[in-house]
């Protein structure tokens, strides 16, 4: 898959179990994307698709980091 961040090569990783996707990037690192939040994150631009990814990294205390809503609605 394309890596929805960075578009650069990446895996996809999401358990059958999971809402939303599970990324394996060697860029960015592995994080989840909220199914709710995948489209929204699509519309931001490759800056903004970077801070959403930091601002899920910051609040991950443990896991996967989690771009949800709040993260792309923070932009
Ligand atoms: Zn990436």
């Known amino acids: ?4 961040v960075c578009a650069r090569e990446a895996q ?3 358990p059958h179990t ?6 394996g990037c060697e860029t960015c690192g592995a994080y989840r994307v909220a199914g709710g939040a995948y489209h929204g994150l699509m519309q931001l631009d490759l800056h903004a698709r970077v801070a959403a990814l930091e ?6 205390r443990y896991g996967w980091p989690l771009i ?3 993260c792309v609605r923070a932009r």
């Open 12 to 14: 996809n990783l999401t």
């Open 1 to 4: 898959m394309q890596c929805p």
């Open 55 to 60: 601002t899920a990294k910051v609040a991950a």
């Open 18 to 23: 999971l809402d939303g996707v599970v990324v």
């Open 68 to 70: 949800d809503g709040s």
